[in-house]
């Protein structure tokens, strides 16, 4: 009946172009933001503007067909400023005679009919053993206990897909739409709680809701680099060994196989690096314009999974090809915290400044601050080099030596070893979910 053709997939503030698909049986359609009216379409062309405000902030845009008699015929939705996948991912679970679930297969669609690059599969966060192509063990499960079974398919375009399927307990084998995830941090040394205990602790609406799952899982690290002087800057940092014989502690990429063999062997490469379950990306502030049909978006590069390649420091410093002089750092911080929430895991945004770094974003550092606290995204501000940090950022971990750097890198990893995903049984926007005073005492957020 009705369909839009215009399509949000990028972050979006301000006015912008609505395009719909509409059949001869509509007489009218209505546009609802967020469920305010906003516009009312009678006749052809179905096109209009619509104002999404100077903030930015996640919603829902809402498309409602009516008859010539004022009948509701048919509606569509599509968010606004959350993460939605440019693919789609499937999971199958096959079972034996018995019934019992013994592995998974995964499947996926790609509008740019890509092939994988990666595909991970975890079972309560725990990655899965892979048996043959796309097809994943599962171990033996009891039927009265529930677990999350997920899995995350990346592409070479920077395209990402998701599946949950919850197994067990009331739900048997069920999708994951029916659950909400909500990310939080303990506050404690305590690092298990049961799910008795977090009965009660977390609120929709004045509601208890009732907690199906809490998981660690999977982390998703994803650094901002203000501009390509990060990588001068880091290796300018004073402290780093410069002899095969000096501990293990970081790697720069200043030194050649000539001046230094031992890097090339990988001992100081991988320094400085994280656990087995992070994943680390860089994204950077540069913008590239891509054009789908009749609208224009800009996507700014992601990098893939870099952790197996070296550790931070090395990441930090590899250079980049620049698409222009104009890095967007604010902007591409709303990216990365877009990009950090796909998948519902742990998770992180590190902004990494140095003292001349130079922004020609649309957005304000303050809008984007408060839009990472509703994804539930915690952000992180490395600044190196002893000149004043950029103004309008939370308080940055400034860092002027090798050794500050290592601290960071451990602080970061300490902070995200509290998060935990709390799976919720039923269907609410996770912004929306508040948390019982009761829990005050244990965990911090949401939101963070």
Known sequence: MVKFVTLYLGLFVGSHTVELMVDNRVATVELLLDGEAVARLEEAP???????????????????AYDSRGDELHR????????????EAQLLIDHNANGQAVSARVSWQSSEDERPTEVLVTLDGEPLVQLEPYTYGLPSLSPNEFHILQADVRFEAGGHAHATVALGGEYHVDTGDQLTAVLVSLKGKKRRYDLAELGGWFLFEGIPQSVVAAERGPVEVLFVRAAERVATATEALPGQPSTPDSPVRGWSSRWTAEEAPWVIGGHLRTALSLPRQYRLRLLDPYATRADRGRMSFETFPCSPDLRERGGVLWALEQRFPLAHDQPRVTDAVAVAGLEAAMGNRRRAVVL????????????????????????????????????????????????????????????????LSRQRVIWLDGTNDPESIRLARSAAADIAGPPL
């Open 352 to 415: 990494v400044t140095v003292d001349d770094v130079r922004d020609f974003s649309t957005l304000r550092p303050a809008v984007v601050i408060h839009y990472l606290r509703r994804l539930q995204v915690p952000l992180f501000v490395w600044h190196l080099g002893a000149g004043p940090a950029p103004s309008g950022w939370p308080e940055a971990n400034v860092i002027t030596t090798f050794k500050a750097l290592r601290h960071a890198v451990r602080n970061l990893e300490k902070e």
């Open 46 to 64: 179905w096109v209009t503007s619509i104002d999404f405000g100077t903030e930015l902030e996640s919603g829902e845009l809402v498309a409602i």
């Open 76 to 87: 569509t939705a599509q968010a606004i400023n959350r993460p939605r996948p440019r693919a």
